[in-house]
C-alpha cells in the first residue's frame, strides 16, 4: 500500500539554501530513494507541490544532519509527513510509550528509542525551519519524548529487576508507580525546553523502604541501575543514540552514588546546599519514575530552594555564579562571528539568571514566581512589579530569538554547541536557516544582544567586579572547556587540579566551608583568590598549599570575610604560600599559626622578650601534664617563627632585627623547656645538692643572628657542692650521670618529634672534646679545657658563646669565664695561619661555587666570620672593653692595624647583604636556592627585599662582594 501524500498544512515559512545547485542535487536524491511502490504518493506529492520541494531541497543543503536523517531512511520522512505534525509526534510517544514493557532484550530497547528520536529529530527540525512550530512547540516536543524514553527505559530496567527477583514491584503493569525512584528532570528539560541537540541533566534518588529488596545494599543496586539506564540512553549504535545523560547536577557528584538515597539527600541539601543548587532546582521537575514520590521530595525540599524572607545576601552568591560563567565585562564583545548566543554577552543564560536570580530572592514570599519556565518568571516579575512590561516583552522575545538561533546552530550536524560559526559561509547558513540574509541576520542579532545586555547590566550594576575576565565555572562536575582555557592563561599548568579543588570547596567537604555563608562569601571571592594564587609565579603549587591550609581551618566564615575586606591580607597570605615554602608548610600544618596575622598588634608593634615569655608562661600554664606542656611549647614557637618570618617579608622588620627576634624566641624557649625539664627531672630522680646550670648558647644563637631554620649550638655547664655524691629522689642519679641524663631528656624534650613538631633541634658538637666529650661539662672541666686544650676553631666558637638559660647568677659567672678567656691577645700571624688552614679545608670539603650558598662560597659569610674572629681572638680584650658576640659588632671593634676603616667598612656592608638573603633564604625554603628552580615569586621576593631590580641582578652583586672579600681574606690573612 502506497504512503499516504503530505499532510502538513500550509505552505511553508520559505528559506533559502546556500548553494542552489547542490540543493537541487539533494532533492533529486530524494526522489531517487522515493521510487519504490511504498513511496509513490509521497514522490507525486512533493513534485506536485514545488513550494514543499524547495522547502526539503533548502533544508538538505542547510543541515547536513537533517539530510542525511531523512535519505537514509525515507520511511522516517513518509511516516511524519502523512501526519499533521502534533499526530505525527503524538504518534511517536504513543509507540515508545510501552516499549519498556513488551521489550524482551535491552538491544529491542535501544532499537526502538533510537529509531524515535531520529523521527522525533527530523520531525521537529523541519515543524521548526519551515514555521509550522514555534520554539516553544519544538522545546516541548522534545521534552516530551526525553520523558517517555526514560520512562520506557525505567519500564524494562524495573521489571529486569523484578524477574531476577533483586526487587518486588508493587505493580508490574506499571513498573514505576509506588516504586519510590525518584528521577528529577533540571536545567531546561526540568522546564520543558530542551534545545535540539540537548543532553539531558537529570538527578536519581530512591526510597530503600518502598518495596521490597532483596538485598543490603541498595545503593549499589539503584547505582547499577541508573548505569544501565545511562548506557541505554547515550550509548552510540548503528541507529544513533537517544539523549546524552547527564547526573553532574546532584549533590557532591565527587563522592556520592548516581542513585542517592532519599534521605541522605535531604541532609545534603538542608546542611550544605549551594546557592547555585537552589538556582538549578527552580527548574526541577520529576519526569520519570515514582512521579507522586517526585512532588513530596521537591515540596520537601521547598523550604530549602525558597526562602521564607527575601533572600538579598544569597543575591550576591548568585551573582558570582554568574561572573564566573561569564566574567561579565571581560567576556568578550558583544559580536555575531564566534558568539556564544547561550553563554556570551547579551546571551541566553543572561536571561536566565534575570529571571531565576530575582525568583531566589522573592520566591519564598511570592509562590507565583516559583515557576519552571523562563518566559513563566518573566511574566510573574511583571506582574509582582519587579520589572516593567518594556524588560518582560524585549527579554521574552529576544529568549525565543536566540533560542531559534542555537537551534538552528545544533541542526547543522546534531552538536551541542551554542557557538556561531566565524566564517561567511557558517553564518550565511544560519541566516538563512533563519529565513533572514546574512547582514539582516547580523544586524537583528546584536539588536537582541545588546537589548538583553542592557536589562542584565541594569540588574546586576551593584555586583562586584571580577578581574582578569573569562569563564571560571565550577559548578556541576563537568569539566567547562573555556574555564580550563582561562586557568591556564591564568598560569595553572593543571588547570583539572584547580577545578576539583574549586569544586570540592563549594561542595563543603572541610570543616571551613560546612556553613552556607562560609560558601557563599568564598564564591564571592574565589575569582580574586585564584588570580592572587596566579600571580605568585608558582600558581599550582601555591593553590595545593592553599587547598591544604583551608583543610585545617575549622571555620572558615571569619577567615573569608577578613579575606575579602582585606585584599592586602590576602596578598600577604598568597606571598606566604607561593614564595616561602618553610612558612606555607607551617602554615598549612598549622593553619592557626595564621591567627596572629589577624591580630591588629602583628604590622603595629614588635614583641620583646618580657611579652614573649609572659604569652609562653600563660601557655604552659594551661598544659596539665608535662607532655602536654612540651606540646605547647612547640606550638608557640611555630607560631612565632611563623609571625617573624611574616614581618620581615612585610618589612616591618629587617634582616638583623629577625635575626634578634628569632633568637629572642629560643631564649624564652630554651629558659621554659629547661624549668620544665628539670622540674620533670626533679620528681623522679631529685636534685644534686647545690646544682646550678648554665646554658652556653654558641654560632648564631650565641652573636643572635639565628635564622628561621637554624639549629642551636649549645653547650650546656653545672655546678654543685663539693661533697655532693648523687641527688637526692626517689631514684637517686650520680652527679655527672645526673646532669648527663638530665641533657639528654633537654635534648629530647626540644627535639624529639611529635604531631606539633620540634622546638628546635639541638647541637651539642662544640663542647669540650666533642662528641667524644661527657654531654654535660663541669664548669671547672671547662674552663681549664678553654685555657690548655682548646684549638683555634673551638676559641673562634667562643667569641660568639653567650649564656642564654639557666641560674641568673651562674649565668653571670659563666659570662665572665667567656670574658676572661677572650682577654689574653693571641699571635696574630698564627691564628692567621690557622685559620686560613681551616678555610682553605672547609672550601675543599663543602665549598660551592653557587653565589647564593651564602655560607659556604669562597668570599661568603664564612670569610666574614672568620676574620672578624681572626681580629677578635688577635686583639683580646686587655683594654677592659665589653664583648659583643654579633660579627659586624667583632668587625666594628676590630683595631685599625688588623681592619682598617675601609675594609670594615666593606665586611659590615658584605654581612649585611650575606645576612639579608640568608634570613629570607631560610624563612622561605629549607633546601638550597637554584634561582632558576626557584618559585618566581620567591625571586621577585629577594629582589624587592633587597631593592634591587630582578634576580640577575641580586646574583651579579653577590658575585661581586663574594669576589672582593675574597681577597681582603687572602690579604690579611694570607
Avoid at 119 to 146: M, N, P, Y
Avoid at 770 to 782: K, M, Q, V, W
Avoid at 902 to 909: D, K, P, V
Avoid at 924 to 944: D, K, R, T, V
Wanted: with cysteine; net charge negative.
Amino acid at each position: 500500500m502506497n504512503a499516504p501524500p503530505i499532510a502538513w498544512s500550509a505552505p511553508p515559512k520559505p528559506i533559502r539554501p546556500v548553494t542552489k545547485t547542490k540543493a537541487a542535487g539533494w532533492l533529486k536524491d530524494l526522489h531517487g530513494r522515493l521510487e519504490s511502490e511504498e513511496f509513490a504518493s509521497l514522490s507525486a506529492a512533493l513534485k506536485a507541490d514545488e513550494d514543499f520541494s524547495a522547502f526539503l531541497s533548502a533544508v538538505f543543503d542547510l543541515s547536513p544532519y537533517l539530510r542525511e536523517t531523512a535519505l537514509t531512511r525515507p520511511k522516517r520522512l513518509a511516516d511524519i509527513l502523512a501526519a499533521p505534525p502534533s499526530d505525527a509526534l503524538e504518534a511517536i510517544l504513543e509507540g515508545v510509550g510501552d516499549c519498556g514493557v513488551r521489550a524482551e532484550s535491552e538491544s529491542a530497547v535501544k532499537e526502538a528509542l533510537r529509531r524515535a528520536k531520529a523521527k522525533v529529530a527530523l520531525l521537529c527540525g523541519l515543524a521548526d525551519l519551515g514555521g509550522w512550530w514555534k520554539g516553544e512547540q519544538v522545546t516541548l516536543a522534545l521534552s516530551r519524548f526525553a520523558d517517555a524514553a526514560l520512562a520506557a527505559t525505567l519500564d524494562f530496567l524495573l521489571l529486569q529487576l523484578h524477574r531476577s527477583e533483586k526487587l518486588v514491584l508493587p505493580d508490574t503493569k506499571n513498573p514505576q508507580t509506588g516504586s519510590g525512584l525518584i528521577v528529577l528532570g533540571m536545567g531546561k528539560y526540568g522546564a520543558r525546553e530542551l534545545n535540539y541537540s540537548s543532553d539531558i541533566d537529570i538527578i536519581v534518588f530512591f526510597d530503600p523502604d518502598a518495596m521490597k529488596l532483596n538485598t543490603d545494599d541498595p545503593v549499589s543496586l539503584y547505582t547499577r541501575l541508573v548505569k544501565s539506564l545511562i548506557r541505554i540512553m547515550q550509548e552510540r549504535t548503528g541507529d544513533g543514540y537517544v539523549f546524552r545523560t547527564d547526573l553532574r547536577l546532584r549533590p557532591d557528584p565527587g563522592s556520592m552514588p548516581l542513585a542517592i538515597p532519599l534521605e541522605l539527600a535531604l541532609n545534603y541539601y538542608e546542611a550544605y546546599g549551594q546557592n547555585w543548587e537552589r538556582a538549578a532546582m527552580i527548574k526541577a521537575r520529576p519526569v520519570a519514575g515514582d512521579l507522586d514520590a517526585g512532588q513530596a521530595f521537591l515540596k520537601e525540599i521547598a523550604p530549602f530552594v525558597w526562602r521564607k524572607y527575601l533572600d538579598y545576601a544569597a543575591i550576591f552568591d548568585v551573582h558570582s555564579i554568574k561572573r564566573q560563567i561569564q566574567a561579565h565585562r571581560g567576556f568578550g564583545s558583544v559580536a555575531v562571528a564566534g558568539h556564544n548566543v547561550k553563554l556570551g554577552r547579551g546571551g541566553i543564560r543572561e536571561i536566565e539568571f534575570f529571571a531565576q536570580t530575582q525568583q531566589l530572592i522573592a520566591g519564598g514570599r511570592i509562590p507565583q514566581l516559583r515557576c519552571l519556565k523562563t518566559l513563566d518568571a518573566l511574566a510573574g516579575l511583571e506582574k509582582e512589579g519587579w520589572i516593567d512590561a518594556e524588560a518582560r516583552d524585549e527579554l521574552s522575545k529576544a529568549y525565543w530569538y536566540l533560542r531559534d538561533v542555537e537551534h538552528r546552530i545544533q541542526m547543522v550536524a546534531d552538536e551541542q554547541s551554542h557557538v556561531l560559526p566565524e566564517d561567511a559561509a557558517g553564518l550565511k547558513r544560519i541566516a538563512h536557516m533563519m529565513g533572514e540574509e546574512p547582514a539582516a541576520f547580523e544586524k537583528h542579532l546584536l539588536k537582541v544582544l545588546r537589548t538583553v545586555e542592557k536589562h542584565y547590566a541594569e540588574l546586576f550594576e551593584a555586583a562586584p567586579e571580577l578581574g582578569g575576565g573569562g569563564n571560571l565555572v565550577f559548578t556541576g562536575d563537568d569539566e567547562d572547556p573555556a574555564t580550563v582555557e582561562t586557568l591556564s592563561k591564568m598560569g595553572f599548568r593543571q588547570p583539572s587540579e584547580v577545578i576539583r579543588a574549586v569544586r570540592g570547596w563549594h561542595y563543603g567537604r572541610i570543616a571551613a566551608v560546612r556553613s552556607s555563608q562560609a560558601r557563599e562569601i568564598l564564591t564571592e571571592l574565589t575569582p580574586g583568590l585564584l588570580e592572587a594564587i596566579a600571580a605568585t609565579g608558582a600558581a599550582d603549587r601555591t593553590l595545593a598549599a592553599f587547598d591544604r591550609f583551608l583543610g585545617g581551618l575549622p571555620a572558615g566564615i571569619q577567615f573569608f570575610s577578613l579575606m575579602k575586606s582585606n585584599p592586602g591580607m590576602l596578598n600577604l597570605l598568597m606571598l606566604i604560600l607561593g614564595s616561602a615554602p618553610r612558612l606555607a608548610d607551617i602554615i598549612t600544618r598549622r593553619p592557626h599559626v595564621f591567627d596572629g596575622l589577624l591580630d591588629p598588634a602583628f604590622s603595629q608593634s614588635v614583641p620583646d622578650a618580657e611579652t614573649m615569655r609572659e604569652t609562653l608562661e600563660g601557655a604552659l600554664a594551661r598544659a596539665p601534664v608535662y607532655e602536654a606542656k612540651l606540646d605547647a611549647a612547640r606550638i608557640f614557637a611555630a607560631e612565632q617563627k611563623f609571625l617573624i618570618g611574616a614581618r620581615l617579608l612585610t618589612h616591618t622588620i629587617d634582616a638583623e632585627r629577625a635575626g634578634h627576634q628569632f633568637t629572642m624566641l629560643a631564649d624564652v624557649l630554651i629558659q621554659a623547656i629547661l624549668d620544665c625539664v628539670c622540674a620533670e627531672f626533679a620528681d623522679t630522680h631529685g636534685r644534686v645538692p647545690g646544682a646550678r646550670l648554665c646554658v652556653l648558647g654558641m654560632g648564631r644563637l650565641g652573636s643572635r643572628e639565628l635564622t628561621a631554620g637554624s639549629d642551636l649550638d649549645l653547650v650546656l655547664l653545672y655546678d654543685h657542692d663539693p661533697e655532693a655524691e648523687q641527688s637526692d629522689g626517689a631514684k637517686p642519679l650520680a652527679v655527672s650521670q645526673y646532669f648527663i641524663r638530665l641533657t639528654q631528656r633537654l635534648i629530647a624534650a626540644m627535639s624529639a618529634p611529635t604531631a606539633e613538631g620540634v622546638v628546635y633541634e639541638l647541637d651539642f658538637r662544640l663542647r669540650p672534646s666533642g662528641n667524644a666529650g661527657p654531654l654535660a661539662t663541669h664548669i671547672e672541666a671547662f674552663a681549664k679545657y678553654q685555657r690548655q686544650e682548646a684549638w683555634t676553631w673551638e676559641r673562634q666558637a667562643l667569641t660568639r658563646a653567650r649564656p642564654v638559660a639557666g641560674d641568673p647568677a651562674f649565668m653571670s659567672e659563666i659570662e665572665g669565664l667567656v670574658r676572661e678567656l677572650l682577654t689574653a691577645p693571641g699571635d696574630s700571624k698564627k691564628l692567621a695561619s690557622e685559620i686560613a688552614d681551616m678555610r682553605w679545608m672547609i672550601d675543599k670539603e663543602k665549598g660551592s661555587k653557587n653565589p647564593f650558598h651564602i655560607k659556604a662560597v669562597p668570599g661568603g659569610m664564612a670569610d666574614v666570620e672568620f676574620l672578624a674572629q681572626w681580629a677578635a681572638l688577635s686583639d683580646g680584650l686587655d683594654d677592659g672593653r665589653e664583648h659583643d658576640p654579633a660579627i659586624p659588632a667583632m668587625i666594628a671593634a676590630a683595631p685599625d692595624k688588623l681592619l682598617n676603616p675601609a675594609l670594615r667598612e666593606q665586611l659590615r656592608n658584605a654581612w649585611q647583604l650575606y645576612n639579608t638573603v640568608f634570613q629570607i633564604l631560610r624563612i622561605c625554603i629549607s633546601e638550597s636556592f637554584e634561582p632558576a628552580q626557584a618559585p618566581a615569586g620567591l625571586n621577585e621576593l629577594l629582589s624587592h627585599l633587597l631593592d634591587m631590580p630582578d634576580i640577575k641582578f641580586v646574583e651579579s652583586e653577590l658575585k661581586n662582594t663574594q669576589k672582593s672579600v675574597r681577597e681582603s681574606f687572602n690579604r690579611c690573612l694570607g
